[in-house]
């Protein structure tokens, strides 16, 4: 090789290395600053096995789940069951929440993304009642504009660390769950009433009506029918069938004030399985009205269902749990229930037809 090959080669060698380093200071600069973050997880270390309660707080309401043998009850409400797996999802969704976008953040940011006092925080606590870790929770993320971003459910989270103030992070998740509402943590199986015999209801203007029948099939009478008058049996059928589909909406203390459970109406169901069902229907509270119930007499076992019969008897430490709390069902699950006695009446003009 002559010297002039070599300085050739020499020569571009260095063009070469110079345009590398070019490209790598490129590529650099079109990085986002906050790279490093990207992907990172966000409760490093907090693992399920060690969280003992979960506290949520909202600027005007708290609520803390506490886990209890294998189940997780909410402290507001006396210990009531939460929804096991609303519980679950939560967490696992907590310890794998990963950082998709950071920011530095100030006053006025945080403000405007309600991580400032109007956030919700989440803390996860251990046996010991000490912070494992801990979550600031603001609006929703939406990667386009929305008409109504209170019902939207989001495409994310904008999230901040308490350890680490200055910085905001986009999660992909919109964490629906970080909430301090009872209503959305309660397990919400109600008491249900299956196969009624009879059923009374007594309102407490003094009307009110009563039906019923000799066996499971059978056609169902209403009481004090006149000459003329004949019960419309889809109504019968759907006031009975309502009682086996309720459910809950909330709980609160047996000594909730004006539920209007003083003056109530009152439904007496006697089932073919050998039990009274005495429920007391209060005022409405939204679209919920405030219900109580006590229950009586002994399970027959049904000798063609047994697998039905195990499944009844399985529900009855449920129900003798409910009987302790005020319960809040949603109206639709009633309204049938709660007609008055000439809406029990086919119409004469149906008759014609």
């Known amino acids: 090789m002559n010297a002039r090959v070599a300085a050739i080669l020499l ?5 070469l290395g110079g345009a590398a380093i070019v490209y790598q200071q490129q590529e650099k600069n079109r990085r986002p600053s906050n790279a490093a973050s990207l ?36 402290a507001e409400r006396g210990g009531f069951p939460a929804d096991f797996s609303k519980v679950r999802e939560f967490v696992l969704k907590a310890i794998e929440l990963k950082a998709g976008q950071s920011e530095p953040i100030g006053d006025k940011d945080r403000a405007r993304l309600n991580l400032d006092e109007s956030a919700t925080q989440v ?24 008409d109504d971003p209170v019902k939207a459910l989001g495409d994310g989270r904008f999230v901040m660390i308490p350890a680490d103030p200055k910085t905001v992070y986009i999660v992909g998740d919109p964490l629906l769950q970080a909430t301090a509402k009872t209503s959305e943590w309660v397990d919400r199986a109600a008491f249900q009433v299956e196969k009624v015999k009879t059923l009374e209801v007594k309102f407490p203007d003094g009307g009110g009506y009563r039906i019923e029948r000799n066996a499971d099939n059978a056609d169902w009478k209403l009481a004090g029918l006149k000459p003329g008058e004949k019960l419309e049996v889809t109504k019968a059928n759907a006031a009975s069938y309502s009682l086996s589909m309720l459910d809950l909406s909330d709980v609160l203390p047996k000594e ?17 399985d050998g039990l009274t069902y005495n429920i007391k229907v209060g005022n409405l509270q939204g679209d919920n009205y405030f219900v109580s119930f006590t229950s009586a007499g002994t399970l027959k076992p049904d000798p063609k269902d047994a697998e039905r019969s195990k499944r009844l008897e399985e529900r ?21 229930t709660l007609r008055k006695r000439p809406d029990f009446l086919e119409k004469k003009q149906d008759r014609k037809k």
């Open 11 to 15: 020569l571009l060698l260095v063009v």
């Open 39 to 74: 992907g990172q997880v966000l409760l490093k270390d907090l693992k399920a096995a060690d969280i003992a309660s979960i506290y949520i707080a909202e600027p005007k309401a708290s609520l803390t789940l506490e886990r209890k043998d294998e189940r997780w009850t909410i």
């Open 123 to 146: 803390i996860f606590r251990g046996a010991d009642g000490k912070p494992l870790r801990a979550l600031i929770v603001g609006k929703k993320y939406f990667k386009r504009e929305v």
């Open 256 to 272: 909730q004030k004006d539920t209007g459970l003083d003056k109530p109406a009152e439904i007496t169901a006697v089932t073919l």
């Open 316 to 336: 009855q430490p449920r129900e003798k749990l409910l009987q302790n709390y005020v319960l809040l069902i949603p109206k639709g699950r009633l309204e049938d």
